[in-house]
Each structure stands twice: as C-alpha cells, then as structure tokens.
C-alpha cells in the first residue's frame, strides 16, 4: 500500500499581474497544460519567460516533466538558488524518483534552512522510503517555520509520529534469547516468542 502524504505546495510567484502587454511572459502566465505543452513542443520556452513561473504553472497543472525542465531552465538563470532546487526536488518528488529528490531537497536546505517546502517535501521524501524518525524532524520543522499555518503540513507530521510509535519496538511481543550449540566453541542465537 502506497503511503499518501501531501506534498505542499507553496510556490512563491510574485508579481505576475504587473507585467508588460507585450511581455512573453504574459503569454504563459496563467497558462493551462496544452499551452504549456506547446511551448515546450514549439522549440522551447522563450528566453525571457522565468522558468520558475512556468515550472510552478506545470506543476499546477500536473505537468511534472515539463516542471522539472522548466525548474531545470530556472536553474540556469537564477543559479541554483534554494527556491529552485526546492522545486527541481518537489517536481523529481511527484515524478517518483524519490533519491535523487531527496539530494536536491537536502541541497536547497543547505541554503536555508527555513525554507518550509523543502522540509515538507524532504519529509515526504523520507517517509516514502520508510524514514519515519528523521521525516517527523522535517515535518515538524516545517510545521514550526510555518508557525502551524498549513494543515496539510500538520497532517504529515502527525502521520509521521503515528508510524514513528508503529515502529517503536512493542514491549508486548517480548522475545525469549536462546543459544544452541552448534559445534565446539560456535553457537547460534535464536528468538522466540515467551
């Protein structure tokens, strides 16, 4: 059964609205998947479209593959700032490569450790392989940094804590340690339930 965490998604685009009549970026800004898909189709995305918009747009529209180019673009432009490898690892996150996520979360973290996607995200990340103990600590950073505003990232961490409990060693299953002799001077240790 696959774990269902939700991935926040925060995105911090700013300023949209006071853009030029003539800006290329007005053309995808707001924009749906298909025009999305026929921007990237159409050669690529024009110079001066901030891949960072576009990608959070893709993302939006359940676009992970035209996200991650675009965050990959972004990348190029803004260098690699906490706010893009944040969205290259949310976007590799939702397309299920959850290691190389995992790098590039903890890289954005590297460079703020405040940024609040990248925990929730990191967090997600880890519960996914089975994490629990160090997924809590992200989600709880997350949940701190935020000051408890988001109730999914609220949601995370309490499943987080549940399943960290879950596997909790259960005093009640107590094992009896046996040894049995297996040759001289060589033994084997066995479990068995009291």
């Given at each position: 059964?696959?774990?269902?965490?939700?991935?926040?998604?925060?995105?911090?685009?700013?300023?949209?609205?006071?853009?030029?009549?003539?800006?290329?970026?007005?053309?995808?800004?707001?924009?749906?998947?298909?025009?999305?898909?026929?921007?990237?189709?159409?050669?690529?995305?024009?110079?001066?479209?901030?891949?960072?918009?576009?990608?959070?747009?893709?993302?939006?529209?359940?676009?992970?593959?035209?996200?991650?180019?675009?965050?990959?673009?972004?990348?190029?432009?803004?260098?690699?700032?906490?706010?893009?490898?944040?969205?290259?690892?949310?976007?590799?996150?939702?397309?299920?490569?959850?290691?190389?996520?995992?790098?590039?979360?903890?890289?954005?973290?590297?460079?703020?450790?405040?940024?609040?996607?990248?925990?929730?995200?990191?967090?997600?990340?880890?519960?996914?392989?089975g994490k629990w103990g160090e997924a809590e600590l992200?989600?709880?950073?997350?949940?701190?940094?935020?000051?408890?505003?988001?109730?999914?990232?609220?949601?995370?961490?309490?499943?987080?804590?549940?399943?960290?409990?879950?596997?909790?060693?259960?005093?009640?299953?107590?094992?009896?340690?046996?040894?049995?002799?297996?040759?001289?001077?060589?033994?084997?240790?066995?479990?068995?339930?009291?």
């Open positions: 059964m696959r774990l269902k965490l939700l991935i926040t998604a925060i995105l911090f685009v700013a300023g949209c609205s006071g853009l030029p009549q003539d800006s290329p970026e007005r053309d995808l800004v707001g924009a749906g998947p298909d025009q999305m898909a026929r921007a990237q189709r159409g050669g690529d995305i024009p110079e001066a479209v901030d891949g960072l918009i576009v990608g959070h747009r893709a993302m939006a529209a359940g676009e992970f593959e035209i996200a991650l180019r675009a965050y990959t673009r972004a990348a190029v432009t803004h260098g690699p700032s906490v706010d893009v490898l944040s969205a290259i690892g949310s976007a590799n996150l939702r397309l299920g490569r959850i290691g190389q996520a995992e790098q590039d979360l903890r890289r954005a973290l590297e460079q703020d450790s405040t940024f609040v996607p990248a925990h929730n995200n990191l967090g997600v990340a880890l519960a996914e392989q992200h989600f709880r950073n997350a949940f701190t940094y935020d000051a408890g505003r988001s109730g999914e990232i609220r949601e995370n961490l309490l499943l987080a804590i549940e399943n960290k409990e879950k596997n909790r060693y259960d005093e009640s299953e107590a094992h009896q340690l046996l040894l049995m002799r297996r040759g001289s001077g060589r033994y084997l240790l066995l479990s068995a339930p009291l």
